[in-house]
């Protein structure tokens, strides 16, 4: 088995046991067998908060595509209109906001991990599909997709600490702990930007 297979079998575990404990915390119903993709859509519509479709179509409501609804605020004033949208622009939406680059520089805590570069990762759900992406590590500076990086900066691994008792007895005791070290930056400038996309075009222009 390759070292790419391994990594990608530890980070659909990880996966797992991360969407297993975000749904305790939420207080999710969920069978003890639910398929990691049903209990990803579970999570991320909860987080998102929407309530996933488990029974029947509800009834029409009258509100057709492309009609406006009113906007209120928490006291109940009208503070302005909505456009109704179907499910393709809910979902197109939905990928926009997913996909929205996030600049960040990403460390990983993990000691098993000291020799890698990075890892593959990877999210899906049913409203956004999947979202995939090398992701550097050693503070290199990098844009993340924030379904993403939401994802990073929740994901723990495992690791021991020892202790000793009264007695001087030394044991190990398992603890859960954050993977990664997720420094959030500023967007870039426009003229960043610029700069960017010059350096970029020399680079290339020079191959």
Same mark, same amino acid.
């Given at each position: 088995?390759?070292?790419?297979?391994?990594? $990608?079998?530890?980070?659909?575990?990880?996966?797992?046991? &991360?969407?297993?404990? !975000? #749904?305790?915390?939420?207080?999710? *119903?969920?069978? /003890?067998?639910?398929?990691?993709?049903?209990? !990803?859509?579970?999570?991320?519509?909860?987080?998102?908060?929407?309530?996933?479709?488990?029974?029947? =179509?509800?009834?029409?409501?009258?509100?057709?595509?492309?009609?406006?609804?009113? +906007?209120?605020?928490?006291?109940?004033?009208?503070?302005?209109? #909505?456009?109704?949208?179907?499910?393709?622009?809910?979902?197109?939406?939905? !990928?926009?906001?997913?996909? /929205?680059? @996030?600049?960040?520089?990403?460390?990983?805590?993990?000691?098993?991990?000291?020799?890698? $570069?990075?890892?593959?990762?990877? @999210?899906?759900?049913? &409203?956004?599909?999947?979202?995939?992406? %090398?992701? =550097? %590590?050693?503070? +290199?500076?990098?844009?993340?997709?924030?379904?993403? &990086?939401?994802?990073? $900066?929740?994901?723990? %691994?495992?690791?021991?600490?020892? *202790? /000793?008792?009264? *007695?001087?007895?030394?044991?190990?005791? #398992?603890?859960?702990? /954050?993977? %990664?070290?997720?420094?959030? &930056?500023? =967007?870039?400038?426009?003229?960043?930007?610029?700069?960017?996309?010059?350096? $970029? #075009?020399?680079? !290339?222009?020079?191959?």
């Amino acid at each position: 088995m390759s070292e790419d297979t391994t990594n $990608q079998e530890t980070l659909v575990a990880d996966e797992r046991t &991360l969407l297993l404990q !975000r #749904a305790d915390q939420m207080g999710l *119903k969920y069978k /003890k067998n639910i398929p990691t993709t049903k209990l !990803r859509d579970l999570v991320e519509g909860k987080v998102s908060g929407e309530k996933l479709d488990t029974k029947k =179509p509800k009834k029409d409501t009258g509100i057709k595509e492309g009609a406006t609804k009113k +906007v209120k605020d928490s006291e109940g004033n009208v503070t302005g209109t #909505a456009k109704v949208l179907n499910r393709a622009q809910i979902k197109q939406m939905r !990928r926009r906001e997913a996909n /929205k680059l @996030v600049r960040c520089r990403i460390t990983c805590m993990n000691d098993s991990k000291k020799s890698w $570069q990075g890892e593959i990762m990877a @999210v899906s759900n049913s &409203l956004v599909g999947e979202i995939k992406k %090398f992701v =550097p %590590f050693g503070g +290199v500076e990098t844009h993340i997709p924030e379904m993403l &990086l939401n994802v990073i $900066q929740d994901r723990q %691994f495992q690791t021991f600490e020892t *202790k /000793k008792d009264g *007695k001087g007895n030394t044991t190990k005791k #398992a603890k859960n702990v /954050k993977e %990664f070290s997720v420094e959030i &930056l500023p =967007p870039l400038t426009e003229k960043q930007l610029n700069d960017l996309a010059t350096k $970029q #075009a020399q680079t !290339r222009s020079v191959e």
